[in-house]
């Protein structure tokens, strides 16, 4: 498979990192205004740096935009004339429509909405996928490229900014909730690095647990609240000072926002 990231920035770099590790990946195009921050992906022989986007495009199955919203839609207008049928059009651009993305290069390409996250880069990110009408036919495709850095789910348009909200945005609330767990280890006594790694092992078994027991959260917690014990307490004084409220709230809000902000 012939892959090209259109704005090797942040997300796309994640990206790269985690498709760069693919068994079906033959070339990786990466383009970029100012080629200096990722003279890094060059060690990898499959891996082409330019900033002539047209070139990438022409060398790509499957071209990847992941640039800011407003830059879009004056690449899409530049470089349609050499988009082929043939290729799939995956954008992981926020708040930027399939209706959009059709009305500038057409009905006729295969669209592909994506919103996977910074995890992607270690093999973890939670894609979420949508498609135009044309592009039911790529999904599977799609998702094995997105399978390839961790897991995805195809779902609704609609959904996708509600998506964007929990599993973009929530990668920054879990590492809140992590540093906010190594701020509390400190107070009671651990070096900052010892503080840092019982709150991320911590968090990251209690992740695995849900996984792969398949269990509700309530169950687990249920199985570690000893009566009368120092769970409990701690649980209740987090909820007497509004922490799920807290989250909920802040979810919520990150979605009001999302709706605010969006291009369409
Ligand atoms: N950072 C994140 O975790 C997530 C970001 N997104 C979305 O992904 C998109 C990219 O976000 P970031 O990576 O954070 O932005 P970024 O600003 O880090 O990356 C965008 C890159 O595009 C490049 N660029 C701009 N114009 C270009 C052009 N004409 N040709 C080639 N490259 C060009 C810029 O130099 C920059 O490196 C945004 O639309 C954002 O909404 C979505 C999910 C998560
Ligand atoms: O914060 C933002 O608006 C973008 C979308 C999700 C992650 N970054």
């Known amino acids: 498979m012939k892959v090209a990231i259109i704005g090797a920035g942040s997300l796309g770099q994640s990206i790269a990192k985690g498709l760069v590790s693919s068994s079906t990946l033959t070339s990786l195009y990466l383009t970029k205004r100012d080629l200096s921050s990722i003279k890094g992906f060059e060690d990898n022989q499959k891996v082409f740096l330019t900033s002539d986007n047209a070139l990438a495009i022409k060398n790509a199955e499957v071209i990847i935009f992941a640039v800011q919203p407003r830059h879009l839609e004056a690449i899409l207008t530049d470089y349609k004339s050499v988009l082929q049928k043939s290729q799939v059009l995956i954008s992981v651009i926020t708040g930027f429509s ?152 802040g979810i919520t809000a990150s979605f009001e926002k999302i709706n605010q902000i969006k291009t369409t």
């Not at 169950?219 to 000893?226: P, S, Y």
């Not at 009566?227 to 799920?244: A, D, F, R």
């Open 98 to 249: 399939i209706s959009r993305i059709e009305a500038i290069v057409g009905q006729d390409k295969f669209i592909i909405r994506a919103m996977p996250n910074t995890a992607a880069s270690v093999g973890q990110s939670m894609t979420c996928i949508s498609s135009n009408n044309k592009g039911k036919e790529k999904v599977e495709l799609a998702k094995t490229i997105f399978n390839s850095m961790g897991r995805s789910m195809e779902i609704p348009e609609e959904q996708l900014q509600a998506a964007t909200v929990i599993c973009a945005s929530g990668i920054a609330f879990w590492m809140r909730l992590i540093r906010a767990t190594t701020q509390g280890a400190i107070q009671l006594g651990f070096e900052a690095h010892e503080a840092h790694e019982l709150a991320m092992q911590t968090c990251f078994g209690a992740a695995t647990l849900l996984k792969e027991s398949g269990k509700h959260p309530e169950e687990e917690i249920d199985r570690v609240t000893t009566p009368s014990g120092c769970t409990i307490e701690g649980l209740n004084e987090m909820e007497h000072q509004g922490l799920s409220s807290s989250l909920i709230k």
